[in-house]
């Protein structure tokens, strides 16, 4: 990732991208969902509508 990504909330650094229905956005660990919480870095989850991504640590 070239550049870091940022909280579409409050800025601060985003831990990770969360689509969940028709609302997606990167956030930070204080306002991701507990889905994209409990992943680990790298990796991916997908159930239905919702999509989550936990960025990799060496992206950061």
């Known amino acids: 990732m070239a550049e870091r990504q940022r909280c579409a909330v ?6 990770g991208f969360q689509s ?3 609302c ?3 956030v930070c660990s204080e306002h991701a969902d507990s889905l ?3 992943l680990k870095p790298g990796e991916k989850r ?7 991504e936990r ?3 060496a992206d950061s």
């Open 46 to 52: 997908s159930s239905g509508e919702c999509y989550v």
């Open 55 to 57: 960025f990799d640590t």
């Open 20 to 22: 969940i229905g028709c």
């Open 36 to 38: 994209l919480l409990h």
């Open 10 to 15: 409050c800025g601060k650094e985003a831990i």
């Open 24 to 26: 997606f956005a990167h």
